[in-house]
């Protein structure tokens, strides 16, 4: 079993950064792929980007290419998402997520955090 908790979110104008941390308490966290996923107002919940164990595989949403960048520090037991050039479309509830040790479907939920960007 393992706990997430997001931090970091806030409200930003247009063009500015935020950076993300998701982290998580419980065993087996490198042992785990984790991914950030975001729920806009009226909107599906989407894939953001995604990190396997050992960060030698990483995949972005296309809307979010090229301005966000995901890591993860397995000493520290967590993950952030950097995120540059933020647009008002950027604006969701951003959610971390996790899987089974060495699975691929994503189990385990945090709480999320509120992201604003305005114009």
């Known amino acids: 079993q393992v706990q997430l908790v997001e931090s970091g979110g806030g409200s930003v104008q247009a063009g500015g950064s935020l950076r993300l941390s998701c982290a998580a308490s419980?065993?087996?966290?490198?042992?785990?792929?984790m991914g950030w996923f975001r729920q806009g107002p009226g909107k599906e919940r989407e894939l953001v980007a995604r990190?396997?164990?050992?960060?030698?595989?990483?995949s972005y949403g296309d809307s979010v290419m090229g301005r966000f960048t995901i890591s993860r520090d397995n000493a520290k037991n967590t993950m952030y998402l950097q995120m540059n050039s933020l647009k008002p479309e950027d604006t969701a509830v951003y959610y971390c997520?996790?899987?089974?040790?060495?699975?691929?479907?994503?189990?385990?939920w945090g709480q999320g955090t509120q992201v604003t960007v305005s114009s």
């Open positions: 419980g065993p087996t966290f490198e042992m785990r792929a």
């Open positions: 990190i396997n164990w050992n960060e030698v595989i990483t």
């Open positions: 997520a996790a899987t089974k040790p060495w699975g691929a479907a994503y189990e385990y």
